[in-house]
């Protein structure tokens, strides 16, 4: 499974890209507000640092514009995956932007149809939202196992990127039922790390370590 981190701080960035970590990055307009840069400077920055797909949004509404913006954007990286709407117009851009041989990322998917829409208009990535559909009482990872078997039944190469991942579990669970690709904040990649037990097992070593009165160094 493919590790994408859904950020546009680049500190964090590079702090889980030297573990290792990010096989690519996701922004969307957001995130981009949350970093307080501008969207160019801090794509640029992104890019220079992980080589993976590394995705930026476009914010038009209609095809023409979309694609203009697409096109712009992809100029400032070889790696920079265009993300669009899963709207009609997004459609369109995804089908002339994967035609140019650019990688695109049609985001904000919440059915099995629309991300058949994007594999048949050549996505690169389809990216479902888990987490907002559990806030409306809908089941976020029945979506992914549904595009899952859609997608083998027809041998579709478009990629399952598992979005608005809120939690570890949500992790697990992508990867138990083969998502390609989540993309996860800093801190859903760090609390992976997190076990009730590894605490509890690790403070008792250090107080039977303490008896010792050993050192290593
Ligand atoms: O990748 C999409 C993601 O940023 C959305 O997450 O938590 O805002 O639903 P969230």
Redesign the pocket.
């Known amino acids: 499974m493919k590790f994408f981190v859904?950020t546009a701080d680049v500190e964090a960035i590079a702090e889980l890209n030297d573990l290792g970590m990010v096989d690519g990055v996701?922004t969307?307009p957001?995130?981009i507000l949350k970093s307080g840069r501008d969207i160019i400077e801090v794509t640029r920055e992104i890019c220079s640092i992980v080589s993976g797909p590394v995705?930026a949004e476009v914010v038009a509404l209609n095809a023409e514009d979309m694609i203009a913006e697409g096109r712009k954007l992809a100029e400032i990286a070889p790696n920079i995956a265009v993300k669009v709407p899963l709207t009609w117009d997004g459609l369109k851009t995804c089908k002339v932007l994967s035609g140019e041989g650019k990688m695109v990322n049609v985001?904000?998917c919440f059915s099995a149809n629309q991300a058949l829409l994007a594999a048949k208009a050549g996505a690169t990535f389809i990216?479902p939202?888990?987490?907002?559909l559990d806030?409306i009482n809908l089941d976020g990872l029945e979506l992914i196992g549904d595009i899952r078997q859609v997608y083998d039944n027809y041998g579709f190469e478009t990629q399952i990127?598992a979005?608005?991942?809120?939690t570890a579990n949500h992790v697990t669970q992508c990867a138990l039922i083969g998502a390609d690709v989540m993309?996860a904040?800093p801190s859903v990649i760090k609390a992976m790390a997190s076990h009730v037990l590894t605490d509890k097992g690790l403070d008792q070593f250090m107080k039977d370590w303490a008896k010792t009165g050993q050192k290593i160094l």
């Open positions: 859904d996701t969307n957001s995130l995705s985001t904000l990216s939202f888990i987490g907002r806030d990127l979005a608005s991942i809120r993309t904040p």
